[in-house]
């Protein structure tokens, strides 16, 4: 066997040691998530009000250069990044860099491994969609279910959560 072998045999046991590990039911891994979930959020928005901004420079420089052919696709990459930047970065890394940041992750509920790219997707779009359609006033659901859950969570069957749950104590 050769060492890249050797660490991808390491990694996918350290990953099924996690997922054995998952129990959804502790309810340290959703102690004050709401909370954590919403600083996340705004940290990410952030990250994507920076990003947005330097795309839409050199989108900008492009247009120009093309006559103003280009705008509306501009408009459209610029409009679609947020989707993008969720979806990619939960799809890749199981939590955007405002949800590692805050100490959460994405699990899929039934055994706890990393969501993939259609459920970060799904996830991410339904997201934006319901807070489109109402005003945010979707994110009360939180409040009445036990592991502090979304729609869209519900929707796409994953789970935030702590990445470390608090101590009992």
């Known amino acids: ?46 990250f994507i009000a920076v990003l947005t901004g330097i795309v839409a420079i050199l989108l900008w420089i ?12 501009a408009a459209l990459v610029v409009a679609i990044l947020p989707v993008a930047y969720h979806t990619l970065t939960i799809g890749a890394y199981g939590a955007t860099p405002g949800m590692r940041l805050t100490g959460l992750e994405v699990r899929t509920l039934e055994d706890g491994s990393p969501p993939s790219y259609l459920q970060a997707f799904v996830m ?17 659901v939180a409040f009445f279910n036990e592991r502090r ?10 789970v935030v959560m702590r990445r470390n749950p608090p101590d009992q104590g």
Do not use: C, K
């Open 62 to 73: 492009i247009g120009i250069l093309s006559f103003g052919l280009l705008m509306p696709l």
């Open 1 to 46: 066997m050769t060492s890249r072998s050797l660490s991808l045999s390491a990694r996918r046991n350290d990953q099924q040691a996690d997922e054995a590990a998952f129990n959804a039911r502790d309810r340290r891994l959703y102690e004050s998530i709401v909370v954590l979930r919403i600083l996340g959020y705004l940290i990410d928005v952030v």
């Open 149 to 158: 859950r979304l729609m869209h969570d519900f929707f796409s069957n994953l």
């Open 124 to 140: 991410t779009a339904l997201f934006y969609l319901s807070i489109g359609v109402t005003s945010w006033i979707i994110l009360i």
